[in-house]
T-cell receptor
Framework: KAGVTQTPRYLIKTRGQQVTLSCSPISGHRSVSWYQQTPGQGLQFLFEYFSETQRNKGNFPGRFSGRQFSNSRSEMNVSTLELGDSALYLC??????????FGPGTRLLVL | AQSVTQLGSHVSVSEGALVLLRCNYSSSVPPYLFWYVQYPNQGLQLLLKYTSAATLVKGINGFEAEFKKRETSFHLTKPSAHMSDAAEYFCAVSDRRGAQKLVFGQGTRLTINP
């Protein structure tokens, strides 16, 4: 089975812009979770989608949003980018009540 | 609320020596515990998981971990370190078998000395 894929792998944006990241889960997985990884805050849970519905949400401002499509692919969007949004964004997918498998991440740099 | 504390942000061992990475958790319900490894510029790879079956869990690459409820610990060990084990290791906890919302520790960077 192909693993979790994330696009793009690297991204450079400037403050105030918005960005959309994409995640394709492992075939058959219906749950997709997103995490932000920074040197200062470590790995933090953003949100989880299951069957196109947000099922869990972390403690991030409303500038961070996501969605899931009928084929389980997911996107996350960050609006009005801030310097502090520079991070590695990781997506993970899982089957029903199973372990999460992570993608390689999208590294976002905000200038 | 759940939390994880990894003792030691950096651990250095010699090749062939024992690897011990410490993880303590806090959870108000029976936890599910995980160890992930991250190599440079990569995502997280699952090493092993505890899901309330055997307390001694064996994972990939010769790693294992023991769930100790009284000590609220889930330390990761490997009898003999290899150069390829150099990476960052994360302990994580979840309150549901599905583990869709993981709470991670701050990570431990493991260095292997030749």
């Amino acid at each position: 089975k192909a693993g979790v894929t994330q696009t793009p792998r690297y991204l450079i944006k400037t403050r105030g812009q918005q960005v959309t990241l994409s995640c394709s889960p492992i075939s058959g997985h219906r749950s997709v979770s997103w995490y932000q990884q920074t040197p200062g805050q470590g790995l933090q849970f953003l949100f989880e989608y299951f069957s196109e519905t947000q099922r869990n949400k972390g403690n991030f401002p409303g500038r961070f949003s996501g969605r899931q499509f009928s084929n389980s692919r997911s996107e996350m969007n960050v609006s009005t980018l801030e310097l502090g949004d520079s991070a590695l964004y990781l997506c993970a997918s899982s089957g029903y009540q199973e372990t999460q498998y992570f993608g390689p991440g999208t590294r976002l740099l905000v200038l | 609320a759940q939390s994880v504390t990894q003792l030691g942000s950096h651990v250095s061992v010699s090749e062939g020596a024992l690897v011990l990475l410490r993880c303590n958790y806090s959870s108000s319900v029976p936890p599910y515990l995980f160890w992930y490894v991250q190599y440079p510029n990569q995502g997280l790879q699952l090493l092993l998981k505890y899901t309330s079956a055997a307390t001694l869990v064996k994972g990939i690459n010769g790693f294992e971990a023991e769930f100790k409820k009284r000590e609220t610990s889930f330390h990761l060990t490997k009898p003999s370190a290899h150069m390829s084990d150099a990476a960052e290791y994360f302990c994580a906890v979840s309150d549901r078998r599905g583990a869709q919302k993981l709470v991670f520790g701050q990570g431990t960077r493991l260095t292997i000395n030749p």
